[in-house]
């Protein structure tokens, strides 16, 4: 039997043996379900199509409520909207602590509904409740939902070779803010101020749901972008070698490219960890046909969110990264650095933050 990883999700050894043989009834109207590496599940009923994703509702009081509750909403809905369909619906559970307060029970609820109201989402039904045994960060779970047209989706089941493949503001986003937002006077007296204060900038920029609606304005399919997925677990590498593994296909990916931020070089750096292997919710990874890359690139850069055209999709079923002279073959990463590096950090410089 494979084994459970020590943190953070399954392989896709595990879930192809355990998971992925087990998946109830099959049902007809099921248009893209569950696979390693797919964000987002895939319903038509009638002329419409539902985009469905279920994570955990992520809350951490360190943050602070008004910033975590924000994370929290833009995760479950970074998932549902790689579908190119419009955020639209949200399912939500609240496995809730007994140390949670009235006021920030109250200060979540808020910021969830602001949020949903601004990218026109309904909360329809869910669950409330404190028990004994809940603990942040996970308070509950969440299934978000999309919907457009049944035509108007895009999956890796439409990635063909000789497709752009697009990235959103570069790699480690979220390591970066999140380390920021934990260590920020650690961070300040080892890489400086400026740089620190960057860093902690890439908070609000842990999401993607901005980068996948204007993308997916240009089209879908045929029309402009084939796929899209979120780069979280195992970053940049891990995200695009899930993608075109979904697809049947590979990539060759240019590193000179790729954009990196000075703050996320900094802080992965100070850290040890390598930026293209370590957690990035808020980088879209997207592939595109070729005659509507530059259209997407373009609609995602209005939106003032960098992105570059980092390389394309091939038939050779690996991935390659170009770099200078050389061409190698790299793996998904399996395991993501950020979390060692993260709990290690709690233990050794949680005193200089009180």
């Known amino acids: 039997m494979p084994k459970l990883p020590p943190l953070g999700k399954i392989d896709s050894e595990f879930f192809n043996e355990i998971i992925f043989p087990r998946l109830g009834a099959k049902r007809p109207e099921i248009a893209v379900g569950p696979k390693h590496g797919v964000d987002v599940g895939i319903i038509e009923i009638g002329e419409y199509a539902l985009a469905l994703s279920a994570d955990p509702v992520f809350i951490v009081p360190e943050y602070g409520f008004e910033r975590a509750a924000w ?24 496995n809730l602590p007994p140390a949670i307060s009235e006021s920030e029970l109250e200060t979540i609820w808020k910021v969830i509904d602001r949020e949903a109201k601004k990218y ?73 101020a400026e740089l620190a204060k960057q860093a902690e900038a890439l908070f609000y920029k842990m999401s993607v749901l901005d980068d996948a609606i204007a993308a997916a304005s240009v089209g879908t399919r045929n029309n402009g972008v084939s796929a899209m997925h979120d780069a979280t677990e195992c970053g940049l590498w891990g995200g695009i070698c899930e993608l075109v593994a979904a697809a049947g296909l590979g990539a060759e990916i240019h590193m000179e490219k790729i954009p990196v931020l000075p703050a996320v070089k900094a802080v992965c750096s100070m850290f040890d960890i390598d930026p293209f292997k370590s957690i990035s919710e808020g980088t879209l990874i997207l592939t595109a046909r070729p005659y509507k890359a530059e259209a997407v690139l373009n609609a995602i850069s209005t939106k003032g969110i960098q992105a570059a055209i980092i390389g394309e999709v091939t038939k050779e079923k690996s991935v390659y990264v170009l770099d200078g002279g050389s061409r190698a073959q790299i793996e998904h990463p399996r395991i993501d650095p950020f979390w060692a590096a993260f709990y290690g950090a709690i233990e050794k410089y949680a005193e200089i933050e009180v």
């Not at 994370?71 to 609240?94: E, M, N, R």
């Not at 989706?153 to 480690?172: L, Q, R, W």
């Open 71 to 94: 994370f929290a909403f833009h995760i479950l809905f970074s998932d549902a909207v790689t579908s190119g369909l419009a955020p639209a619906y949200l399912a939500i559970d609240l």
């Open 120 to 192: 026109g989402v309904a909360i329809v039904t869910g669950h409330t409740a404190r028990y004994g045994g809940c603990d942040y960060p996970m308070v509950g779970g969440a299934v978000a939902i999309a919907k457009g047209g049944k035509d108007d989706y895009c999956s890796p089941k439409f990635i063909e070779p000789g497709d752009k493949i697009i990235v959103t503001k570069g790699p480690a986003i979220e390591a970066t803010g999140i380390f920021a937002a934990m260590f920020p006077k650690y961070l300040a007296g080892t890489i400086g």
